[in-house]
């Protein structure tokens, strides 16, 4: 088999990652399509992408070569260009979040069991070398079960932009609880994916109309565009194994700074991975922390874990883990049923907060 060819939909912010992942892991981008052409012609050119389309329907068939097809767009796109991608007999890379809710989520999920091809999801701080560190010490019994845990990514003043597609729920499906899913989906991951049975959340908008809330990363403010999600989002929820966990998500709240964080208790030790920002939103201004907390001969003993710095997150090594993932060479980091699982607690946070009650999963 020769190299994996790939076609990328959305020459926007993250797609120098995913390019790069593909890159490093031996694949070949053969194509790439955006609505606006010359932004993917911008991006690809120097790259060495030879073909550009306006979108995939003509990607599909002007380049049928290619074996896996990567999603990089506004949310609201994810769910058809998805099962489009894979009803024509192609692997799936997509974005976080999944896609807008639970449902298009499963209509996902389906369609990949139809065709028999590989989807994931860029779900990429499973990816960072802390969360593999962690799962070294969970798989091996050290950790033992996780009783409870805590993710939080909270920003002080991170609002990606005013009025383009981030701040529009209609496209985007909600603010930072569906934008920053990475430690509740790494705190899931690191519990092993339990099923819940409750939630318990509340969201807040303060903050949504102030410039001085601005991060210094996201998309241009669109002039007369639509601002109506959520600013933050706090939530508890319990599972059937007896677990729980605590989520905290913020673009804008009054922090000391930016905290990107799991922390958990297990019935043998306890850890957290973290990271701290000098500057909310820009990772070149970061701290990692990543430590295991247990009890040996009596005495009280902390791991303090040293691993090699990962300014991207995991964002380059989870591109690598998917074309691995196609080939055979590795297994999935994750799967569209965890990302099921993932959505429909997002659902039920939103339900819950809108209703002020607990919702029962
Ligand atoms: N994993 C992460 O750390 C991370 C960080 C930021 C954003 N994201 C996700 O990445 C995705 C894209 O975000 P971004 O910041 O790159 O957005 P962006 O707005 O910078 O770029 C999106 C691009 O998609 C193009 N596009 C829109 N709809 C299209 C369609 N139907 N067909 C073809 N092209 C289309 C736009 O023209 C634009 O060039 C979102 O789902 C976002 O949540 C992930």
């Given at each position: 088999?020769?190299?994996?060819?790939?076609?990328?939909?959305?020459?926007?912010?993250?797609?120098?990652?995913?390019?790069?992942?593909?890159?490093?892991?031996?694949?070949?981008?053969?194509?790439?399509?955006?609505?606006?052409?010359?932004?993917?012609?911008?991006?690809?050119?120097?790259?060495?992408?030879?073909?550009?389309?306006?979108?995939?329907?003509?990607?599909?068939?002007?380049?049928?070569?290619?074996?896996?097809?990567?999603?990089?767009?506004?949310?609201?796109?994810?769910?058809?260009?998805?099962?489009?991608?894979?009803?024509?007999?192609?692997?799936?890379?997509?974005?976080?979040?999944?896609?807008?809710?639970?449902?298009?989520?499963?209509?996902?999920?389906?369609?990949?069991?139809?065709?028999?091809?590989?989807?994931?999801?860029?779900?990429?701080?499973?990816?960072?070398?802390e969360?593999?560190a962690i799962?070294?010490y969970?798989?091996?019994?050290?950790v033992?079960?996780?009783?409870?845990?805590?993710?939080?990514?909270?920003?002080?003043?991170?609002?990606?932009?005013?009025?383009?597609?981030?701040?529009?729920?209609?496209?985007?499906?909600?603010?930072?609880?569906?934008?920053?899913?990475?430690?509740?989906?790494?705190?899931?991951?690191?519990?092993?994916?339990?099923?819940?049975?409750?939630?318990?959340?509340?969201?807040?908008?303060?903050?949504?109309?102030?410039?001085?809330?601005?991060?210094?990363?996201?998309?241009?403010?669109?002039?007369?565009?639509?601002?109506?999600?959520?600013?933050?989002?706090?939530?508890?929820?319990?599972?059937?194994?007896?677990?729980?966990?605590?989520?905290?998500?913020?673009?804008?709240?009054?922090?000391?700074?930016?905290?990107?964080s799991v922390t958990f208790?297990?019935?043998?030790s306890g850890g957290k991975i973290e990271?701290?920002?000098?500057?909310?939103?820009?990772?070149?201004?970061?701290?990692d922390n990543c430590a295991v907390f247990t009890?040996?001969?009596?005495?009280?003993v902390d791991y303090h874990i040293k691993v090699?710095?990962?300014?991207?997150?995991?964002?380059?090594?989870?591109?690598?883990?998917?074309?691995?993932?196609?080939?055979?060479?590795?297994?999935?980091?994750?799967?569209?049923?965890?990302?099921?699982?993932?959505?429909?607690?997002?659902?039920?946070?939103?339900?819950?907060?809108?209703?002020?009650?607990?919702?029962?999963?």
């Amino acid at each position: 088999m020769g190299p994996v060819k790939i076609g990328i939909v959305g020459a926007g912010g993250m797609a120098s990652y995913h390019f790069e992942g593909f890159a490093r892991a031996g694949a070949e981008v053969v194509a790439m399509a955006d609505k606006d052409t010359g932004r993917a012609r911008e991006f690809g050119e120097p790259r060495g992408i030879r073909r550009f389309y306006a979108g995939l329907g003509d990607m599909l068939s002007g380049s049928p070569e290619i074996d896996a097809v990567s999603v990089i767009t506004p949310n609201k796109f994810h769910k058809p260009l998805v099962i489009e991608a894979l009803e024509q007999g192609k692997h799936v890379y997509c974005e976080k979040p999944p896609a807008l809710n639970a449902a298009e989520t499963i209509a996902m999920q389906e369609a990949a069991e139809r065709a028999g091809k590989i989807l994931m999801f860029d779900l990429n701080n499973r990816a960072r070398p802390e969360a593999k560190a962690i799962m070294y010490y969970i798989k091996n019994g050290k950790v033992g079960k996780i009783n409870s845990a805590q993710a939080t990514w909270i920003r002080r003043n991170g609002i990606p932009g005013f009025g383009g597609w981030f701040t529009n729920k209609a496209i985007s499906g909600g603010g930072p609880l569906l934008d920053l899913p990475h430690m509740f989906d790494l705190a899931l991951y690191f519990m092993g994916y339990p099923e819940p049975d409750y939630v318990l959340a509340s969201v807040f908008n303060d903050f949504m109309g102030s410039r001085a809330f601005k991060g210094p990363w996201g998309i241009p403010d669109l002039k007369g565009g639509v601002t109506d999600v959520e600013s933050a989002c706090h939530a508890f929820i319990t599972f059937k194994t007896g677990q729980c966990l605590m989520v905290r998500s913020s673009w804008a709240e009054m922090n000391e700074r930016e905290v990107v964080s799991v922390t958990f208790q297990g019935q043998s030790s306890g850890g957290k991975i973290e990271r701290l920002f000098d500057i909310d939103g820009l990772d070149g201004t970061s701290i990692d922390n990543c430590a295991v907390f247990t009890e040996e001969n009596g005495c009280q003993v902390d791991y303090h874990i040293k691993v090699e710095k990962d300014e991207q997150m995991g964002r380059v090594t989870q591109a690598v883990n998917f074309v691995d993932a196609v080939t055979g060479k590795d297994a999935p980091l994750n799967t569209p049923a965890q990302a099921v699982i993932m959505m429909k607690l997002v659902d039920a946070m939103y339900e819950s907060a809108a209703a002020a009650k607990p919702v029962k999963l």
